[in-house]
Every structure is written in C-alpha cells, then in structure tokens.
C-alpha cells in the first residue's frame, strides 16, 4: 500500500482518512468503542485505557484514541492544539503506517484515522489492523530464546536502516509471534531524512529499550541483550 491509497472524508465537524480498501464500508461510528458494542474489548496492556480491540467476522481491528501521559494528562487529557492538518497526529501516523508497509516493515496495516476539531483544539482515534498471534516482549520476556532476541535486534536494525524513528521503543511496543517481530506505537513517529547508521537517536532508542527491559526482566539481562545485539549488527541470522 502506498501513501496514495487513502480516502479523505469529512463528516458533521470529524475529518478521516481511510484506506481505500476500506473506503466503500466507511462509518465514523468506527471511532466510537460504543458503536461496536461485545465486539468491542478493551486493551488490557498498554494503550492508557484508550485503545480496544475489534473483534470482526474474518477480521480483527485495533481502536486507539490519542490520550497524553504524564502531568499534563490530568489538565487536558485528549485535546491537541490544532497547528495544522499535516502535524494531526492520527494523520501523520496513519501516513507513516502506510509508507511502512509500503517499505515491507513489519507494522500494523492501518484502517482509517479521525479528528475532531473544535475551538482551535482537536481530538483523535485510529484503527489498525490487529495483528494475530503475537504477544509484547514485555509479557513473554523470561521465555525469550536466544534466536528471538537476535530477531528482536534484526528487526530494530530493519527500521533503523530506514532510518524510522520511533518515539517510545519499549519492551511492550515490540510484539512477537510465530510469523514474526513487529512494532507498533508510531505516535510521534517519523522518517528522517537527515540520519545515518551513526545518528545519535538510533543510540538512544536502544538505550531506551534496554532501560524498559530492567523493569521487566527479573533475571540477568545480559545474555539477552547481547544476542539482540548480535542480531542489530547482523552477526546472528533471523530466527522465528
């Protein structure tokens, strides 16, 4: 899919983007967890109590509405100050899934994207496509082999090639099944133009994810750390 198959539409005040492939079934009610009734579950595992899954015939969706984390969450929890469609951060990530999959990258397929504008202050949801069978490292860290550590490492290095940056690289953004490693999260995600193999940020996302695996891990780090490693610098093959 590349970044041109999208559908913009406006409706009552809410501005979407959809997949074309999705295009022709398109309801705003898809941003509402409500709407879906049983079908909808929430998340148990991260998403700050914003984010369900869609349990569909034949298909499986993820509904995350943006929320703030920190101090500033209990001011204002899920408005935005509008600067611009291009920097609405549902439609910068939507646009970025797409050229991710469009690169082969191992993320989410994206569905549609939303914002609401009002007073100069917008709110916004996302639907994904889910992907099945996979679970966050953080969960199944102490039954980690060798081998999936060193694919941890080949995939980081995948998106780091493509110069992706990702803005919160931790243990629970990184999921893994039988098909594979992904990576999911994009919020305030972007390409940089400018990077190479050596740009500081591609440092400090391993730093970063190494910090969020010592709260997790309640045996030696180290074994693991140095497979995943080996894999990043692509001494170790990629092993499912």
């Known amino acids: 899919m590349g970044s041109g198959d999208e559908v913009r539409v406006q409706i009552n005040g ?3 983007l959809v997949a074309a492939e999705y295009a022709g079934d398109f309801n705003t009610n898809w941003f509402d967890p409500a709407f879906w009734g049983k079908k909808a579950a929430p998340v148990s595992a991260g998403g700050r109590g914003s984010a369900w899954f869609i349990e569909l015939p034949g298909q499986s969706w993820v509904l995350r509405q943006y929320q703030r984390g920190g101090l500033v969450r209990k001011l204002v929890r899920s408005q935005y100050l509008y ?3 291009k920097r609405v951060r549902s439609f910068a990530e939507f646009r970025l899934l797409q050229r991710m999959v469009a690169k082969g990258l191992p993320v989410p397929v994206p569905v549609a994207a939303m914002y609401n504008l009002k007073n100069g202050w917008y709110s916004a949801s996302i639907v994904l ?3 099945g069978g996979v679970s966050p490292m953080g969960s199944i860290i102490e039954q980690l082999k060798d081998s999936d550590w060193a694919s941890i490492g080949h995939t980081i290095r995948e998106f780091h090639d493509q110069n992706v ?5 931790n243990c629970f ?3 893994i099944g039988a098909s594979g490693v992904y990576v999911i999260d994009f919020d305030k995600g972007y390409i940089d133009p400018k990077a190479d193999r050596d740009t500081p940020w591609k ?3 391993l730093t970063r994810l190494k910090r969020s695996l010592r709260k997790v891990l309640t045996n030696n780090l180290d074994r693991g750390w140095r497979s995943l490693m080996q894999g990043y610098q692509g001494n170790s ?3 499912h």
């Open 14 to 16: 809410i501005t979407t």
């Open 83 to 85: 600067t611009g469609e």
């Open 165 to 169: 940056f990702h803005a919160d690289l």
């Open 203 to 205: 440092h400090s996302q």
């Open 237 to 239: 093959p990629r092993s």
């Open 129 to 131: 496509e889910r992907l």
């Open 173 to 175: 953004n990184i999921l």
